[in-house]
């Protein structure tokens, strides 16, 4: 196995902090955008045929991870949740690269365990989670996040030196959603939920301020910047 390229370790680096990702996950990383990029075209199947990703299909698209993601027991059926963690990092990351990216293995043994956490310069955090439409109909499964979360969120500031901001982005309608807040009431903790379409809508680079998130505290929108960027919350 020869060693890769320069080009082919910033791939890899990708793939570290990505679940799964498509090519046009890998080309919006690098570019902004999801034109098609040669490069990525050609350097995907390589390190796929070296060995250093692997593949899969996912209905009309191939989709890659990182080896070591792969070897976790059911990870080849996570794929749309995994797709869904990477849009989300992407998305953010974009709106903001001075953050530090934080993989989920660094919450381990926290209590709770968000999908990636991006940490900011100001002192806070973000903490993701992505529900798929599936998980969010079993409302004991968002309950149970939301109450870990209660019970550990001092465990992770304290961790990771940061105000850990929780965002759900959930793949079901805006409707379920102000629905879901309005029976559980959140409150007390500093949570933000979205919809999936909603979230994607938005232009690479505007993730942060754009007002689409619903605070648990009163189910308004609100944007993100000032909770993550500032010290003013």
Known sequence: MGTPSLSQKRYLAAAQVFHWATQDHFTLWFT????????????????????????????????????????RPGYFLKVDHGLGCTEGLIRFWWSDMTAEIVEERFFFGCGSIPEWGLRYDSGKMILFEYCTGDNFNRTNVMKSKLAAYYAHIETINHKFDREGIIVFVCDVSRKKVENFIERNKPTNLPVFFTDLITFTQVDIGHQLAAPIYLWGEDGLSYPLVNHAQSTDS
């Open 32 to 71: 902004g955008s999801t034109k098609r990029s040669k490069r990525t075209e050609v350097i995907l199947p390589r390190l796929v045929n070296k060995g250093e990703l692997i593949s899969t299909r996912h209905g009309k698209k191939l989709v890659y991870a990182c080896p070591r993601r792969a070897r």
